[in-house]
């Protein structure tokens, strides 16, 4: 029987906001009775990644008081960023050279690792279960969603690619590697694109406070 493979869920939440209104930290606008980031770490720990990594930047210590009641989730590691003004890219690395600390756990090593970005709340785990899926039966290295046949986020890389990814600069996440490795790369139709939808400005959160709305309305009928 084939071992099972270990992934690591890398939230991005260390973003200065610099799109958003009135100087608004867009992680910790309310979204329903939580912060939009607290909506992102519920989907990655109720999915079937193995080990949650929220990396911390812009305005951390209420980032961190923003998550308080899932601190103590024993698959919940938070690292702080100081490089976070110089781009997504010292994010990720952040996030990548924190899964070396996941090593020594009985869990054994990461081979993979999915990045999420924190300001798109509407991610669920049925979502990232299903990339995750993908990624166990692909031999690729890279599996990304396509929404109504777009590519979106979140992105999964095999730790093969970690690597390259941790040599990225700048504003970016792993779009250079993604595309580097156009041939190593599996998609997985997701449907309905409000999962990959983000709070950048003030326009896009009126727009998924909406949606977010519309969808506990349909749970309620």
């Not at 079937?48 to 989730?73: C, F, K, M, S």
């Not at 990720?92 to 798109?120: E, K, N, P």
Request: proline share 3%; with cysteine.
């Amino acid at each position: 029987m084939t071992e099972k493979r270990l992934i690591a869920a890398i939230i991005l939440a260390a973003g200065s906001s610099s799109r958003m209104e009135r100087q608004q930290h867009k992680l910790l606008l309310p979204l329903g009775n939580k912060p939009v980031v607290a909506h992102v770490v519920e989907a990655a720990l109720a999915s079937a990644a193995q080990q949650i990594i929220v990396v911390l930047g812009h305005q951390a210590e209420q980032v961190r008081v923003a998550l308080r009641t899932h601190i103590a989730d024993k698959r919940l590691l938070l690292v702080e960023n100081s490089d976070y003004r110089q781009g997504m890219s010292t994010s990720l690395r952040a996030g990548l050279q924190a899964t070396t600390q996941l090593d020594h756990t009985a869990s054994g090593t990461i081979d993979g690792a999915i990045v999420l970005l924190g300001d798109q709340p509407l991610i669920t785990a049925c979502v990232i279960n299903m990339l995750i899926q993908a990624w166990e039966e692909t031999p690729k290295q890279i599996v990304a969603p396509l929404y109504n046949g777009k590519r979106g986020n979140p992105v999964i890389f095999g730790a093969d690619l970690f690597p390259e990814l941790i040599t990225v600069t700048g504003d970016e996440g792993g779009r250079s590697v993604i595309e580097q490795h156009r041939q190593d790369i599996a998609t997985v139709e997701v449907g309905d694109a409000a999962a990959n939808s983000d709070v950048d400005t003030w326009s896009a959160y009126q727009q998924v406070v909406a949606e977010w709305q519309r969808q506990q309305e349909r749970q309620r009928e």
